[in-house]
């Protein structure tokens, strides 16, 4: 462990040419280490844990939903299971997942830096993480929560215990989980943004910041100035539930609309903690597999900033039918347009990307691609949303189930599995078979899509949403969707066979395997401990091909797409 | 030399030496002084009804405050105005905050009593489920 | 060869002990804690804003029983309070400006004092809290209060305000709590010699929060004690 | 009772005032929608093939690049502003439409809804309560809402209103049903274990029917129960405690299970006439008084065991001879 007193962050001695995988083993290397991608791996193993256990939920969910009354559990178990379904997917993946595991281990390398900027915090904010999860599985153990991840009060806060109306489940832990899990989010945020602030290499100014990374840097200022009143609003809700201190309770003189006005006044930039690096990504992703500068790189850029910025202006929408007066119902419904023009611009910006560029159809461009198609639904179901009269009627419905669906499964998740397929060869040093990765994509996409696309139909109907029950004229479109499910956690699984068979018997990674000339393919796969042999400088930015060398964008490697010849040798070359 | 030096007003002499402003100790002796004046002001000033403005008054002392110990003690004036520009931001949001809150929790029953009031206007009974003492 | 070697070989000068690994320059490690600081405050200044703004909601609310209720609240032990606080962060200014000179022993005794004073605070905290609790002005469900005759009733929802109240001053305290244990953690630190004139991150950074928690204090006594 | 067809496809049938204005919102975004979709969805696909890598890397022996990038600001600035006009119009159409829905009409008839765990009730003014919405077509209504535990949301598909009962304050619904038929009501905010089984119907009549239940609700009917038999005072009562959402919670049969799992509420078969032990040690004998109270006050006297399952307050949901019926009804159930 580092000396204490005198140099904080003092490194042991480390060979600065072996891989970060390599240079030291044992559990206790990884469970205390400050190398940033060893955390972000640590990251990624916790959030696809989240991932799997939060899509089991929701596959049981939507097998309950095939028949109408009880198919498989009773009306109790059912909220549970949207409850926990929510609260994992939210807290446990969609938050933390592309910022703290993806993140983590790209950014210092985009940056060209050795490490972020404060990496105890870093192995804090991780172990912070744990923390939270913790509450959040005993909570599980103790029956979980039936509120939703919504915690409405006073449903949530009145506890029967005390003579109250709410909800008797063990609400408590889970929400001092999200209080905790907060923290960690928090901190990632200080982190980054120190970061990209002060940890650049030199010659890389701010117009060469990769599009990941400034995706990193508007999410970093979402969390650090959103989250903070996500504690307060979860600190309260606890007192309230444990002590009956009257804020957010009716029955003690407090409001329960104020309650939404701090939910959402966190959980809508939330949204965007979870959507912008996506697009973050899948700007890189697009730039790299059309081998093209992005168009409009300074549009995409400030399009991120200004969604982090808009985002905090615009919670309302969801209060719509909540017992708002009328003014603020104005006000946010306005705001709530303007939100989606940053959003159309990235989406513009991108196609102006394709535009004349080299487009090759590889596994990782695949899930840019639906990303593209399925955030565009889900953005203009948004405007559905945004629009008063239509809200009334759409709100609470399955209409706004599929809505956030499209955004975050068809946003966020394609953006996720996007960047992971893209980087995977870089942080593991192992190719992975490209036709199970399309064959997985093509299940995921499909599935996703039947799942998702009736569940539209079924809201504008009329059907509201978390029901275990319901009327005989939606059964049919429940059916097809719990069918869509089915291909959708069979995308899954076969992703999953894929990245571990690849760890054990992938073919070693070359140093740039999609020929990008982004910074993080100048090392080699995978990196030794500080990211570069030595402390580079970089003299161009990381989408200039007309400037990029062949020799740094193409080191003879089997090209996976057309595998003619054998494997070249796919050993690393500085 | 190496292209090291990435910190704005880096001098190659001093190779990256932290630098900061050391005002003289009777210069914050003066801070406090003041600080302290503003607290007997505000004491003072909370002992007159003036209403509204009783308020205003508050804050604004309190901001004032705020100020000195923001810009001297934390060496706000002398460093890099990005320090600075970061409070600002943070204090705007809770500005964003409070405007959008209170302009639905002021606005509740405007357009039409019936509308999200505690007290029903026709029967003037108090709505169920609510606070009763 | 080692770490330290390379990176020494590399910069041309001799890396000091407690320049951090990644960083290159002693300005460069003082900066980023500094702005890590600064944000850690942008996030904390959102943290008190929420409860600021469920003030706000409830006095726009409530304005009277706001009025009656905070006169239970002792006005003197809130200025008092407020002067302490003053002092103490004025002593912290002068650990930081004793440490920028390398004054050593300086450093320690003003140190010392900041953490003196921050115990008088909690001190005076303590019986503010044992007064309310006595009179049974407690938050929510608890709120039974037993006043002294003579003195006016309360309206039946002060408990409201004193939830506020408990909330407000209470997680403040336990910034306070936090903030004795960084300036004690500073001060043996200090005290070991790991700080020098070219040295004094930690002591700006501890100072800097030192501040911040002062600064919500000097909203907090108009905003409960005075109205 | 015949059922309007459905106005498109993808809403339900209009049978409302309210309704018109939604839909032609909802059509005009649905449509906007589908040209800005099928526009972005077509043109990079058109990209896609286009502009195909043809050589893989490793055989033409370098990467082959897309051609360089021009910086068109013009370009940036019409796909912003362009969308910023559609979508000010998008508001405004949303907004114009959504004004006239909240708006009550002037003298709306005013009908008092009651939400409470698990089941809607609807005061007439006259304080008998129905757990079934009767209008009359082509009239103006406004109903006042309120919830008396936790937040609930009414919510009409075929009227396209809905707004939240929210616990500690009003609100209101106001629309003016413009088609015959039968319509049902949904709660559409989480509000606890059986928030998917709390519906109501909404029967919308002609004048001359809505008269008749007027003038006949919260008396005696001559026929209950399902088949219709000529009504008993024990038969009144049992379609009243199916009426009230009663079975929901207390099994009816001897062992007092509710459909295999044990009920939240205690057993009400063969209870009178015996001692019922109750929540603080002491038993009361269990007659019509008891019974009554527990129906209108139920926390004045809680059986052992049921300490913490809070059944909502009954008082002002019956007439006193509807009372009188479910007492009836409870005595007769062994």
Redesign the interface.
């Known amino acids: 462990m580092a000396a204490i007193t005198t140099a904080p962050g003092y490194h042991e001695e480390v060979d600065p040419n072996a891989s970060y995988l390599e240079n030291k083993k044992g559990l206790l290397s990884w469970l205390f280490t400050l190398d940033h991608k060893r955390i972000g791996v640590m990251y990624l193993l916790s959030v696809i844990i989240a991932f799997t256990l939060g899509g089991l939920f929701a596959l049981l969910m939507r097998a309950e939903l095939l028949t109408r009354g009880r198919t498989l559990m009773d009306a109790d178990t059912y909220n549970k299971m949207f409850s926990l379904h929510g609260v994992i997917m939210v807290f446990l993946f969609l938050i933390p997942a592309i910022p703290a595991s993806l993140g983590n281990i790209l950014l210092p390398i985009q940056l060209g830096a050795k490490d972020v900027a404060f990496p105890r915090l870093n192995l804090l904010s991780y172990y912070i993480y744990v923390f939270g999860a913790c509450f959040g599985i005993y909570s599980m153990i103790h029956g979980g929560v039936d509120t939703g991840w919504t915690f409405y009060t006073p449903y949530s806060t009145s506890d029967p215990a005390h003579g109250g109306v709410g909800s008797s489940s063990a609400v408590i832990p889970m929400t001092l989980a999200v209080l905790v899990l907060g923290f960690s989010s928090v901190l990632t945020g200080v982190n980054f943004i120190a970061t990209i602030h002060k940890m650049r290499a030199p010659g890389l100014s701010w117009r060469r910041l990769s599009l990941f990374a400034w995706s990193l840097y508007a999410t970093a200022i979402i969390q650090i100035l959103a989250t903070p009143v996500l504690a307060i609003t979860f600190l309260l809700l606890t007192l309230e539930r444990f002590l009956g201190i009257g804020i957010f309770d009716p029955r003690l003189g407090g409001d329960p609309v104020l309650y939404q006005h701090f939910f959402w006044f966190y959980s809508h930039p939330a949204v965007y903690i979870m959507i912008v690096p996506g697009m973050g990504i899948v700007s890189d992703l697009i730039a790299t597999f059309s081998r093209r500068e992005p168009f409009g790189y300074m549009a995409i850029a400030m399009s991120s900033i200004a969604l982090a910025l808009l985002g905090f202006l615009v919670w309302g929408h969801h209060l719509f039918v909540a017992g708002m007066s009328e003014y603020a119902t104005m006000v946010f419904s306005a705001l709530t347009f303007l939100v989606a023009i940053p959003s159309g611009v990235k989406v513009f910006n991108w196609i102006a990307t394709l535009y004349k560029g080299s487009i090759s159809l590889q596994s990782p461009m695949l899930w840019a691609l639906s990303f593209i198609f399925l955030f565009t639904i889900g953005g203009l179901t948004g405007l559905f949303l945004g629009m008063l009269a239509v809200d009334v009627h759409l709100h609470d419905t399955y209409f706004v189930v599929a809505h956030f669906h499209y955004v975050m499964v068809g946003g966020t998740v394609m953006g996720f599995f996007g960047g992971l397929h893209y980087w995977w060869p870089k942080f593991t040093g192992r190719l992975y078979d490209e036709k199970w990765a399309v064959a997985g994509w093509f299940f995921v996409f499909v599935g996703f899509n039947v799942t998702f696309l009736v569940q539209f139909l079924l809201g504008s109907r009329g059907m509201p949403r978390r029901y275990y029950d319901y009327l005989p004229q939606y059964e049919s479109l429940h059916q097809i969707s719990t069918v869509g499910s089915w291909i959708l956690g069979l995308g899954f699984l076969i992703l999953a066979a894929m990245f571990v068979r690849s760890l054990f018997s992938g073919k070693p990674a070359p140093r740039n395997p999609w020929g990008s000339a982004a910074y993080e393919w100048l090392t080699p796969s995978p990196p030794p401990t500080f990211n570069f042999a030595k402390d580079p400088v970089f003299e161009r930015g990381p989408y200039d091909y007309q400037v990029a060398t062949d020799e740094e964008l193409y080191d003879g490697f089997d090209d996976p797409l057309f595998p003619e010849k054998g494997v070249a040798e796919g050993e690393a070359r500085a | ?7 704005k007003g ?1 001098s190659g002499n001093t ?6 402003y ?2 003289p ?1 009777l210069f ?2 003066a ?2 002084v003041g ?2 004046a503003l ?2 002001l ?2 003072l ?2 002992t007159f009804d003036l209403g509204k403005l ?1 308020m205003l008054l ?2 604004g ?2 901001t004032l ?2 100020l000195l ?2 810009g ?4 706000l004036a002398w ?2 105005k ?2 600075a520009y ?2 600002v ?3 705007f ?2 500005g ?3 405007t ?13 009593p ?5 007290i ?1 206007p ?1 029967t003037g009974a108090p ?7 | 060869m080692s770490m330290e070697a390379t990176a020494a070989e590399h910069d041309g000068y001799a890396r000091p002990k407690w320049l951090a690994h990644h960083f290159y320059t002693p300005a460069q490690q003082f900066n980023t804690a500094k702005l890590g600081m600064w944000l850690f405050i942008a996030q904390e200044i959102l943290f008190f804003g929420a409860l600021f703004v469920a003030y706000g909601v409830y006095r726009n609310w409530y304005p009277e029983m706001f009025k009656l209720a905070s006169h239970q609240l002792d006005k003197t032990l809130g200025a008092a309070n407020t002067l302490v606080l003053l002092f103490s962060s004025l002593m912290a200014a002068l650990a930081v400006s004793a440490a920028q000179k390398g004054k050593r022993m300086a450093t320690g005794t003003y140190l010392l004092v900041t953490i003196a004073c921050a115990c008088v605070f909690l001190a005076i905290k303590f019986v503010e809290y044992k007064h309310k609790v006595d009179l049974g002005l407690l938050p929510g469900t608890h709120f039974e209060p037993n006043l002294p005759h003579g003195v006016p009733s309360l309206p039946a929802n002060s408990g409201s305000f004193f939830a506020l109240y408990f909330l407000m001053t209470g997680l403040h305290a336990l910034h306070v709590l936090v903030g004795i244990g960084v300036l004690t953690w500073i001060w043996i630190r200090n005290l070991r010699g790991a700080f020098s004139k070219e040295n004094y991150t930690a002591v700006f950074v501890a100072a800097l929060y030192w501040h911040f928690v002062d600064i919500v204090w000097i909203y907090l006594f108009p905003a409960l004690y005075l109205i | 009772m015949m059922q309007p067809q459905a106005s498109s496809w993808q809403l339900p049938p209009a049978m409302a005032d309210t309704a018109a204005p939604m839909d032609g919102a909802f059509h005009f975004i649905f449509w906007f929608s589908v040209v800005f979709a099928v526009l972005v969805i077509a043109v990079t696909l058109l990209f896609i093939q286009k502009y195909r890598r043809q050589k893989s890397d490793q055989r033409s022996g370098k990467a082959e690049k897309g051609a360089p990038t021009p910086s068109r600001n013009k370009l940036e600035i019409l796909w912003t502003v362009v969308p910023t006009l559609f979508i000010i119009v998008l508001f405004h159409v949303g907004f114009s439409a959504y004004i006239h829905n909240v708006t009550a009409a002037e003298g709306a008839t005013e009908i008092r809804v009651f939400a409470k765990k698990w089941s809607w009730e609807f005061e007439y003014g006259g304080g008998a309560r129905s757990p079934d919405l009767h209008l009359e077509v082509n009239k103006p209504y406004k109903l006042i809402l309120s919830s008396e535990d936790v937040i609930h949301s009414f919510f009409i598909p075929e009227f396209r209103v809905k707004r939240d009962a929210v616990p500690g304050q009003y609100s209101f619904v106001a629309f003016t049903p413009t088609a015959v038929g039968e319509a049902h009501v949904f709660c559409a905010e989480y509000c606890g274990t059986n928030h998917s089984a709390m519906l109501a119907k909404v029967f919308v009549e002609e004048p001359a029917k809505h008269e008749e239940f007027l003038a006949s609700f919260g008396r005696k009917p001559k026929l209950c129960g399902t088949p219709p038999v000529e009504c008993t005072e024990e038969k009144w009562g049992e379609s009243l405690f199916t009426e009230k959402a009663c079975f929901t919670c207390h099994g009816t049969g001897g062992d007092g299970k509710l459909g295999g799992s044990p009920s939240p509420g205690p057993k009400l078969a063969g209870i009178f006439g015996h001692d019922q032990p109750l929540q603080d040690g002491s038993t009361v004998h269990v007659d019509e008084n008891y019974v009554r109270e527990s129906i209108l006050k139920p926390n004045a006297k809680i059986v052992a065991g049921y300490a913490n399952v809070q059944m909502p307050p009954f008082a002002g949901s019956f007439t006193d001879d509807q009372l009188e019926a479910v007492i009836a009804y409870i005595k007769s159930l062994k």
Not at chain 2, 101 to 107: F, G, L, S
Not at chain 2, 114 to 118: E, M, P
Request: glycine share 8%.
């Open positions: 030399m190496s292209a090291v030096a990435h910190e880096e190779r990256g030496a932290v630098r900061a050391a005002a100790s914050y002796v801070v406090f600080l302290a607290t007997a505000t004491v000033q909370s009783n508050g804050v002392i309190a405050k705020a110990v923001l001297f003690f934390m060496h460093d890099n990005f320090y970061i409070v931001t943070a204090i949001f809770v964003v905050f409070y959008y809150t209170t302009n639905d929790t002021e606005k509740r029953g405007l357009r039409d019936d509308q999200s009031g505690k029903l026709a709505a169920p489920g609510g606070f009763s003492p």
